[in-house]
């Protein structure tokens, strides 16, 4: 046996070999022979070989290739790298709300301001319109604005399960339970309360109590009753009904109410304790019209809650949360036609006017009071009166000194 070359290499002629040094032997390479994997070029695949030819290498990139180097084909400029997007805020990319577009928030602003003036006109026009102008003399003309705020008693409205609810019993007829008189003007508004059970003389029905000129004759007589007894000439005219100011109260979400004493009232469904706290609709009226409660002061006190109660509804009414949110202000301006009534001639922006007035009458920025009496059986004083009386027809409630203004219409010195 021939010695081997020991380089092992092709030169021997060996075609055990064969397969592995590329040689071709005349014969198919067996199976196994075909497993062996094939090597990609370092070079990504860039080197091309032709049939018969040797691969060329491609040049690196910026360098021509060499004159005489056949099918290479021309190098395309590399593409301008690609600046990576910002970072989100927080190191990833988050969830963004579209930017509104200031066409679509004028929508929403013109859309709003047309709900809260189109719910108010809506409601206006079942407002029932009453006739309150006496016939006859009257007084003249005056500066400022007097309302006449009237809190009807009568029950022809009500239900018997809602007669029930609030404790007003069954009484019929005509009659009312609150008399307000508010003047606005020049200086501060004044709230002024008319006690029922003031003693008057009613055109055509002698010396009695001053509601009994709304039981006789209505709105008109108790016009023309107030206006001969003090000289002030009414503007305009505003009526609650009995549930009027319990409905209102709810609309408004409560009121807050402040007893120096704790109640207890059966017939009025009422039971509170001393202090400040709020007040649902029935609990308010309760308070408003209970006269078993006040002991000392009796129909002066009762006239001085009722005072509280519609100040502090006036307050709600005009809030900002009244009028952003569209439920209360929906279920506010809902509960006008059902409750309130208005003179001939008031137009919803004469109502505005009087509910923002009403939560203007306490602190400096107003004064509330009741009319000056001499005593407790509620005899109108006849000159502190006429002092009063006075500085309303003159529009002149700045003079009004605090001695003559109290809670009461009794003298400072009784009161305090």
């Not at 963004?96 to 026009?125: D, E, G, T």
């Not at 006040?294 to 502090?312: C, L, N, P, T």
Request: glycine share 12%; with cysteine; charged share 25%.
């Amino acid at each position: 046996m021939a010695d081997r070359p020991r380089n092992g290499g092709p030169e021997d002629g060996s075609r055990e070999y064969g397969w592995l040094y590329g040689k071709k032997q005349g014969r198919e390479p067996g199976p196994e022979e075909t497993r062996v994997m094939p090597v990609q070029p370092r070079d990504g695949g860039r080197s091309r070989a032709v049939p018969g030819r040797p691969a060329q290498p491609v040049p690196p990139r910026g360098q021509q290739s060499p004159p005489g180097q056949r099918g290479q084909e021309p190098r395309r400029p590399a593409p301008a790298p690609v600046e990576p997007p910002p970072a989100q805020h927080g190191g990833r990319r988050g969830f963004r709300f579209p930017r509104p577009r200031p066409r679509w928030i004028l929508l929403l602003v013109l859309a709003w301001v047309a709900y809260l003036v189109l719910v108010p006109v809506l409601a206006w026009n079942d407002v029932d319109k009453v006739d309150f102008e006496p016939d006859g003399d009257r007084p003249g003309d005056q500066p400022g604005t007097t309302y006449l705020l009237v809190g009807s008693d009568s029950r022809g409205d009500l239900s018997r399960e809602e007669r029930k609810r609030l404790g007003t019993g069954g009484a019929q007829g005509q009659r009312t339970d609150t008399i307000m008189l508010l003047h606005t003007g020049s200086g501060p508004n004044l709230l002024m309360s008319l006690p029922r059970d003031s003693i008057v003389e009613v055109p055509g029905h002698g010396t009695t109590k001053i509601n009994a000129a709304y039981a006789f004759g209505g709105p008109k007589l108790l016009v023309r009753t107030i206006e001969d007894e003090t000289g002030i000439r009414i503007d305009d005219y505003v009526e609650i009904g009995m549930g009027g100011l319990a409905g209102v109260v709810d609309a408004v979400g409560g009121v807050e109410i402040c007893p120096e004493n704790a109640m207890k009232d059966p017939q009025a469904k009422l039971d509170i304790k001393a202090g400040c706290q709020e007040a649902d609709g029935p609990t308010a009226l309760g308070y408003a019209r209970s006269r078993k409660t006040y002991a000392r002061f009796g129909d002066i006190q009762r006239a001085q809650a009722q005072r509280e109660v519609v100040s502090a509804v006036g307050r709600k009414v005009v809030s900002p949360w009244t009028v952003l949110n569209p439920f209360r202000y929906w279920d506010l301006n809902q509960s006008v036609p059902g409750f309130f009534a208005f003179g001939e001639g008031t137009g919803p922006v004469r109502a505005g006017l009087w509910a923002m007035a009403m939560t203007r009458v306490t602190g400096e920025s107003g004064l509330t009071c009741g009319v000056p009496i001499s005593d407790l059986q509620v005899n109108w004083d006849p000159e502190r009166s006429q002092q009063m009386f006075d500085a309303i027809i003159d529009d002149d409630t700045d003079s009004i000194p605090r001695k003559l203004c109290t809670p009461t219409g009794l003298p400072k010195e009784v009161t305090g």
